[in-house]
């Protein structure tokens, strides 16, 4: 498979990278800065931002599946994911493609808010608002969009090891527990749902 990762160089992303090369796929990096990536004959780098619909269509144009896991330390007043979902539904249209857009959102967006407990919400209502408040606005517009979007709300990320021992919850509902999942076991996830695709047009909680 051909991969596309938005968002490559660090965390998550990173991750994905490494992992997708391991199990043989085609990775197409994008970041502001590429550098950090090591070098691997099936890799791709791509100097970009994923809030430009150029760039993010020079990224995606032959790809099989889309990873998109950027993140910010910004907590105030940041736009960057749905600027992103602006970028990649207009780049995602232009060139027609039915590709899977599989999204790093996180546990507490949306609906899913009402499930998770009084220590999070605390977290989410005076550290998080602003961040949450943009990635509700992105999940919004790919859920309004006609791509194959896949929403991915992972619960607390770690450093931990890759376990492939966590838990997928495609229906929240009442008493799930959403704890921890490391970043390994959330890029675990990224690859393999890229090929299953059990949960396209879903939003789906991972924790352990």
């Known amino acids: 498979m051909n991969i596309t990762i938005i ?9 994905s990278v490494t992992q997708a090369l391991a199990n043989g796929h085609h990775v197409t990096a994008m970041s502001t800065d590429t550098s950090v990536i090591p070098e691997h004959a099936a890799l791709t ?8 619909v150029e760039d993010v269509k020079r990224a995606v144009q032959d790809a099989d599946a889309v990873l998109v896991t950027i993140g910010t330390k910004k907590k105030k007043g940041t ?8 970028a990649v539904i207009a780049a995602m249209d232009q060139l027609k493609s039915k590709s899977p857009v599989l999204v790093i959102s996180g546990f507490g967006v949306g609906e899913s808010i009402k499930y998770t407990g009084f220590m999070m919400k605390m977290i989410i209502r005076f550290f998080l608002k602003d961040q949450y408040a943009d990635k509700e606005l992105m999940e919004k517009l790919f859920k309004e ?8 709300q992972p619960g607390m990320l770690t450093a931990g090891r890759l376990t492939k021992a966590y838990q997928v919850f495609p229906t929240a509902k009442k008493g799930m527990k959403i704890g921890k999942i490391s970043r390994a076991d959330l890029a675990h996830y990224m690859i393999s749902e890229s090929q299953d695709r ?10 352990y």
């Open 145 to 152: 969009s006609q791509l194959s979007w896949e929403m991915v």
């Open 198 to 207: 059990k949960y396209i047009k879903r939003s789906v909680a991972l924790s």
């Open 7 to 15: 968002g490559a160089s660090a965390g998550v992303g990173l991750l």
């Open 79 to 86: 736009t960057l994911f749905s600027d992103m979902a602006k």
């Open 45 to 52: 780098k791509i100097n970009g931002s994923g809030t430009s």
